[in-house]
């Protein structure tokens, strides 16, 4: 925590009878350099992470002068360095970057260093949540069938972890079984104000997720990065950023009964999404904060990577303190945060005045409706009311579904495992109505276009607000009470994300309604979210492929692009968790739940909606009799312990990790081999070909390898022929740690169209040189034997979504140098940097069709090893007839040092070799 100080900001802070260091922001005020009080509390605290480690090495007084006099209407072009207080790690991105810290180690001693010097510099925790997945459902003993299976599938990754948690530093690990990372870092590893060496400071972090801006909510400063900036940041590198413009969201009023804060934040993201904020800090202000609560603000803050800002910040206020009070903080940490954020001006009260931002946009809270959003994107919502000839509309026009009958006929085999029937299903198409008769489970009935075969209380967006849980419990039990229960045809579940969850559902007496609508807990992690939703039942899976069916998942998450939720599953609804109840009682989305019955009751009378729903007086009469900071002490005592599978893993220890050939799971990345002491020089890319050619919202889930393995696939074939059998596959998130694995997945999405090979969905392209049609992967071998370099042609918003380091590592194995997009997602145009990949983008009144490129073409990009950021730079296609297009692009390498990050081969090379040589 040395600073240099040269500002002379230092000061003393007094809490009770502690005493702490800290640096006085109002030092800068009184030397006339800036109006802080007018700043966004956001951009007070990178100024105050800038005054505090100022060096004059890393950070310079002109990155503070710059901060300090931040203009609103005006915003320099100027770039920053922040330096986090702490990085947090979710599973799917955690393996692979321990993997990369482990390959560092590894590379140190080859470049004869001391492999030590490699190590977390700042405290990282890194919380197991991805990797469960609904295998068993509406079942009471599905949680630890489900805990079984992943441990099954998981022991080798799992011991990997453990390893790296004795070998590193400042390096914890929250097991499986405990909950969903953003929600823990919530509820439990957040302090809001942290303390080092005896100085106090805000409490910031990046993390290898999108949706770690969650803790925005509590007034913590942070955003997802690619897990390459992460590993940066551990090994003691700032996050160089343009400094941000900052959009300011007023909120006023309150949500009218029936509304949730599910159908509040889908309302904000559409909004956001249409005023355009990518690269952008938001904050909300105005009268409504006063009201809310702290777990609506953070299922706002969750969703900024929907709505396509770098984050959604709340400031700290008096909810901040009472939240940290309910969830079991101490009070000596709470007073601590009180009296710094006061003394630093960064605690808002109702008096407070509005900071200068850059734009703004208004909200009544009490004009918010029940809403959904989908079939494809989280900005596209949907009132209630219209969601019936929505989803007609959407069959039509976007799925291409009219009134067509299907003749087709399949038999069903018998399922295997937990979801096995003692009954064989027949599908059988009858032209008589627009459907496939199933025998599932016992029960006969039709399965039709927009039935809802997935209804999931999922994803921590949502299981962090007791309100939305509650209600969706309060909900089930008023339906169970009039005779109401799920459709035969919907795979339900519940994954909460943290055990504090189950505690109040379970005192609450919610749990048993809930258990009796199918809604089992199944596990304590992302699940459906993040596409680990599971197999269909195989009666209803064969059905939906014998009568090509459009069937819909209705799911409480953040994300529902195509491809994501389930190989079988086209349309998917994000929801309210009671929503989610509401739509597995119906089995539909052909319904209009405001003016139809969802069902009828035991003497055949109609029951809607609104007779079921809850108010809102019910639901926090239920959270506030139900919920207890005990609660929360008692879970998180034992949060580092996990269950006694994760006690029962033995590893063997050492400073270098002892890498396995043979192993499946984890293999040492080439990214670091063979590599030169000093990076070679920045030159020209020469006779390029288009790899890959796609066009607009192209998502990391397109891109980088995610969901289950096909064993038809180079993924599959190469874990066949390393003697893997297809049951043991597990999915591609879960082999993350093994690129012979990955590098075959990326941009194999069941969903990708690459416009290279027409007709085709997943993984397929055209070898240019003799137009065979084949793999993305194998093209990629022809392509490297010739020595030829490849690039990417793209549209708009490249790589939206999550933070997927493989997108970018996926795309450097493959051989690609360059992406040509339109425009670019914030994260993974970084990520490509951090991997050595150069993103240039069309100029603004120019594309891929406006130029005439069709893909064939071979390319040269002009570079030279005096590379700027920002710079034209010109690309020549040559058609094969040897007619050429010249073109100018932009340049998005966006900053000096992303330059170098370039110019070394990507982040970790320029870290490995400073490392080195020092």
Not at 201 to 213: A, E, I, K, Q
Not at 284 to 289: D, K, V, Y
Not at 459 to 467: D, E, K, L, Q, V
Not at 616 to 630: A, K, M, R, Y
């Amino acid at each position: 925590m040395a600073s240099a100080n040269p500002f002379g900001a230092e000061g003393t802070l007094s809490v009770g009878d502690r005493e702490f260091k800290y640096f006085r922001l109002q030092k800068l005020a009184d030397d006339g350099i800036g109006q802080i009080d007018k700043l966004p509390y956001s951009i007070r605290v990178l100024l105050e992470a800038c005054l505090r480690t100022v060096d004059g090495f890393i950070v310079n007084e002109e990155d503070v002068k710059n901060l300090a006099t931040w203009d609103a209407k005006n915003v320099k072009k100027v770039e920053i360095p922040f330096k986090p207080a702490r990085v947090v790690l979710q599973d799917f991105t955690g393996v692979p970057a321990v993997v990369d810290l482990a390959a560092l180690r590894s590379a140190m001693v080859r470049m004869g260093g001391d492999p030590k010097k490699i190590n977390p510099l700042v405290p990282c925790d890194l919380v197991v949540d991805h990797s469960v997945q609904v295998d068993k459902f509406a079942s009471l003993s599905a949680l630890q069938f489900n805990v079984d299976r992943e441990f099954e599938r998981n022991q080798e990754r799992y011991q990997f972890l453990k390893w790296g948690q004795k070998a590193f530093d400042n390096f914890r690990v929250v097991p499986p079984a405990t909950g969903i990372v953003h929600q823990v870092n919530l509820e439990y590893l957040a302090n809001v104000v942290m303390e080092k060496d005896g100085v106090v400071f805000p409490d910031s972090l990046v993390g290898t997720d999108s949706h770690t801006t969650m803790i925005n909510g509590i007034g913590v400063v942070g955003w997802g990065v690619g897990g390459i900036e992460a590993e940066a940041v551990m090994l003691g590198q700032p996050i160089y950023m343009l400094m941000p413009e900052v959009v300011g969201f007023k909120l006023t009023g309150k949500l009218p009964e029936g509304a949730t804060a599910t159908d509040m934040v889908l309302t904000v993201t559409q909004m956001l999404r249409q005023h355009g904020v990518v690269g952008k800090f938001v904050e909300f202000f105005g009268p409504a904060l006063d009201t809310m609560s702290l777990p609506d603000r953070a299922t706002i803050a969750n969703m900024a990577p929907e709505y396509g800002a770098t984050m959604g910040f709340f400031p700290v206020d008096d909810e901040t303190l009472n939240y940290m009070r309910r969830t079991g903080r101490t009070e000596d940490q709470v007073a601590l945060v009180e009296a710094y954020s006061k003394e630093q001006g960064m605690f808002r009260t109702s008096d407070s005045a509005d900071p200068e931002f850059t734009d703004t946009l208004e909200l009544d809270l009490g004009t918010v409706v029940a809403s959904m959003a989908g079939p494809k994107r989280p900005q596209d919502r949907i009132e209630l009311t219209g969601m019936k000839s929505q989803w007609r509309q959407d069959l039509s026009l976007t799925f291409n579904k009219g009134s067509e009958d299907s003749t087709s006929t399949i038999n069903s085999m018998n399922a295997e495992g937990p979801m096995a029937s003692e009954t064989t299903a027949t599908a059988v198409a009858d032209p008589g109505f627009d459907g496939v008769e199933v025998n599932y489970d016992g029960e006969t009935f039709p399965l039709k276009h927009g039935a809802v075969v997935i209804a999931a209380i999922t994803s921590c967006t949502n299981t962090s607000n007791p309100s939305v849980m509650v209600g969706a419990g309060l909900l089930a039990r008023n339906a169970i009470e009039r005779g109401l229960n799920r459709k035969p045809w919907v795979k339900t579940s519940l994954a909460p994300g943290s055990r504090v969850v189950t505690d109040y559902l379970k005192r609450s007496g919610l749990d048993q309604s809930l258990d009796a609508m199918g809604f089992q807990t199944v596990g304590y992690g992302c699940t459906t979210c993040i596409g680990n939703s599971g197999p269909l039942p195989e009666e209803i899976g064969s059905a939906v492929e014998a009568g090509d069916l459009v069937v819909c998942s209705v799911l409480s998450g953040n994300r529902n692009f195509e491809g994501r939720i389930n190989q079988h599953i086209k349309a998917n609804y994000l929801a309210s968790p009671p929503l989610v109840v509401a739509y597995a009682i119906a089995g539909t989305t052909d319904i209009d739940l405001t003016t139809e019955p969802i069902g009828q009751d035991a003497d055949g009378n109609d029951v809607y909606l609104k007779d079921i729903w809850p108010s809102q007086q019910e639901i926090l009469e239920t959270i506030n009799s139900s919920l207890s900071p005990e609660q929360f002490r008692s879970e998180y005592d034992h949060a580092t312990e996990g269950p006694e599978q994760w006690k029962a893993l033995e590893t063997s220890g050492g400073d270098q990790y002892d890498w396995n050939e043979s192993s499946t799971y984890i293999q040492e990345p080439p990214f670091f081999v063979d590599m030169p002491v000093d990076p070679p020089a920045i030159t020209s890319i020469e006779d390029a070909r288009v790899l890959v050619m796609v066009g607009e919202s192209v998502t990391t889930d397109h891109i980088s390898p995610a969901g289950a393995i096909k064993p038809d696939s180079p993924a599959g074939k190469y874990l066949q022929d390393n003697g893997v059998p297809v049951l043991e596959f597990n999915s591609y998130g879960s082999r993350r740690g093994n690129d012979r694995v990955m590098t075959r997945g990326t941009f194999a999405n069941i969903r990708l169209r690459n416009q290279l090979a027409p007709g085709t969905e997943g993984g397929e392209t055209t070898y240019l040189p003799t137009g065979e049609q084949m793999s993305i992967y194998d093209a990629s071998l022809k392509y490297k034997e010739s020595g030829t370099p490849l690039v990417v042609l793209a549209g708009k918003e490249y790589g939206t979504g999550s933070s997927r380091d493989w997108a970018a590592k996926g795309t450097l194995l493959l051989g690609i140098k360059a992406v040509i997009a339109e425009s670019y997602e914030r994260i993974h145009r970084s990520n490509l940097i951090g991997m050595g990949v150069l993103p240039l983008q069309f100029r603004e009144t120019e594309n891929r069709e406006v130029l005439g490129l069709d893909g064939t073409e071979t390319y040269a990009i002009e570079l030279s090893d005096n590379l700027k950021p920002g710079e034209a730079i010109t690309v020549t296609a040559t058609k094969a007839d040897g007619e050429t297009i010249h073109f100018t692009t932009l340049c998005r390498i966006d900053t000096p040092v992303e330059v170098e990050y370039y110019r070394n081969g990507g982040i970790l090379h320029k870290v490995l070799r400073d490392l080195a040589k020092g």
